[in-house]
C-alpha cells in the first residue's frame, strides 16, 4: 500500500525567506508524485508533478520538488517567499497512471511573518 | 486548462435530510472521479472512486448506502449524503481524472448539518 509522511505540521517563515517542505513517500514501485496548495475553504490546486525523467521538477509560483529515490522523498522548496504563499500544502502519491487513487500526506500549514 | 465545477459550495441542511452535491468537468471528459472528505485541519480522506456507467468503489469504512455515488456520464458524479447527521459535517472535494490533464479537483463543497 502506498503512504505519504509530512513530518511538519506548521512552518513559520518570514517574507522572503527560503521554504523547504518535506515529504517521504511509501510506495513499491515508481512512483507519480504532486504537491498540492490549498487555501481556506479552497480545493486544491497542483503546484507541480514528477512523472519520470529530469528529478528536478519546476512548477508554478517559483516551486520547485526534487525526487530522491534513495531517500523517499520529494520536498518541495521555494527561495524566497510571499506573503500569499501562506497556506496548507499536501504531498500526494499516486500508483501508476493517471486514473489510479492519490493518497495524501498529513499537510503542513504555511504561515508567513510580515 | 481543465476545469471542475462543484456545487454547491455551502450548504446547510436539518439533521435527517438528505444532500446531493455535483462534481463537473467543464472542458473534458473524465475518465474517473474521485471523493474525498476532508475534516477542519485535516488531509484529504478518500471516500470512493467512481467510473461512469458503473458502481462506485468505496473505500474501507465508508457507508455506501449513506454516501450515494452516481456517475451518469463522463462529466458529472454526484454524491448524495443520506439521512445526514452532524457527524456528517465536512469539507467534501471531488476530483475528476483525464489521461491528458490528470487530476482536477473541485473547489469543494462545506456541509453543515444541524
Known amino acids: 500500500a502506498q503512504s505519504v509522511t509530512q513530518p511538519d505540521i506548521h512552518i513559520t517563515v518570514s517574507e522572503g525567506a527560503s521554504l523547504e517542505l518535506r515529504c517521504n513517500y511509501s510506495y513499491g514501485a515508481t512512483p507519480y508524485l504532486f504537491w498540492y496548495v490549498q487555501s481556506p475553504g479552497q480545493g486544491l490546486q497542483l503546484l507541480l508533478k514528477y512523472f519520470s525523467g529530469d528529478t528536478l521538477v519546476q512548477g508554478i509560483k517559483g516551486f520547485e520538488a526534487e525526487f530522491k529515490r534513495s531517500q523517499s522523498s520529494f520536498n518541495l522548496r521555494k527561495p524566497s517567499v510571499h506573503w500569499s504563499d501562506a497556506a496548507e500544502y499536501f504531498c500526494?502519491?499516486?500508483?501508476?497512471?493517471?486514473?489510479?487513487?492519490?493518497?495524501f500526506g498529513g499537510g503542513t500549514r504555511v504561515l508567513v511573518k510580515p | 486548462g481543465a476545469v471542475v465545477s462543484q456545487h454547491p459550495s455551502w450548504v446547510i441542511c436539518k439533521s435527517g435530510t438528505s444532500v446531493k452535491i455535483e462534481c463537473r468537468s467543464l472542458?473534458?471528459?473524465?475518465?474517473?472521479m474521485f471523493w474525498y472528505r476532508q475534516f477542519p485541519k485535516q488531509s484529504l480522506m478518500l471516500m470512493a472512486t467512481s467510473n461512469e456507467g458503473s458502481k462506485a468503489t468505496y473505500e474501507q469504512g465508508v457507508e455506501k448506502d449513506k454516501f450515494l455515488i452516481n456517475h451518469a456520464s463522463l462529466t458529472l458524479s454526484t454524491l448524495t449524503v443520506t439521512s445526514a447527521h452532524p457527524e456528517d459535517s465536512s469539507f467534501y472535494i471531488c476530483s475528476a481524472v483525464q489521461i491528458n490533464y490528470g487530476y482536477t479537483f473541485g473547489s469543494g463543497t462545506r456541509l453543515t448539518v444541524v
Open positions: 472542458d473534458f471528459q473524465a475518465t474517473t
Open positions: 500526494a502519491v499516486g500508483a501508476g497512471a493517471a486514473g489510479n487513487k492519490l493518497t
